[in-house]
Nanobody
């Protein structure tokens, strides 16, 4: 079983920064990709950023140049968010996809962390 836990959300003023962390644990053999999604009230969940095991990254157009995704080890990912805007307010979710020790594919989600950008 694979667990994913996010941390680091909170309240920040427009133009400020926040750093979200995500840690995957459990019977992990390999993680192929780790992603950050977000869901604002009344809106669909959207993909924010992805990072592959090889370090390749992709970003939503709305966050390019402001957000940076990285991995500090094989099971942890960081989302550095700068120049935050009120429209970045959402619950942010971490997602990890890979294979476990039985070589079974997993697709695991965290419980989400609230990010609120407001003056």
């Amino acid at each position: 079983q694979v667990q994913v836990v996010e941390s680091g959300g909170g309240l920040v003023q427009p133009g400020g920064s926040l750093r979200l962390s995500c840690a995957a644990s459990g019977t992990i053999f390999s993680i192929y990709v780790m992603c950050w999604y977000r869901q604002a009230p009344g809106k669909q969940r959207e993909l924010v950023a992805t990072i592959s095991s090889g370090g390749n990254t992709n970003y939503a157009d709305s966050v390019k140049g402001r957000f940076t995704i990285s991995r500090d080890n094989a099971k942890n990912t960081i989302l550095q968010m700068n120049s935050l805007k009120p429209e970045d307010t959402a619950v942010y979710y971490c997602n990890a996809r890979g294979s476990d020790l039985r070589r079974t594919v997993f697709d695991s989600w965290g419980q989400g962390t609230q990010v609120t950008v407001s003056s």
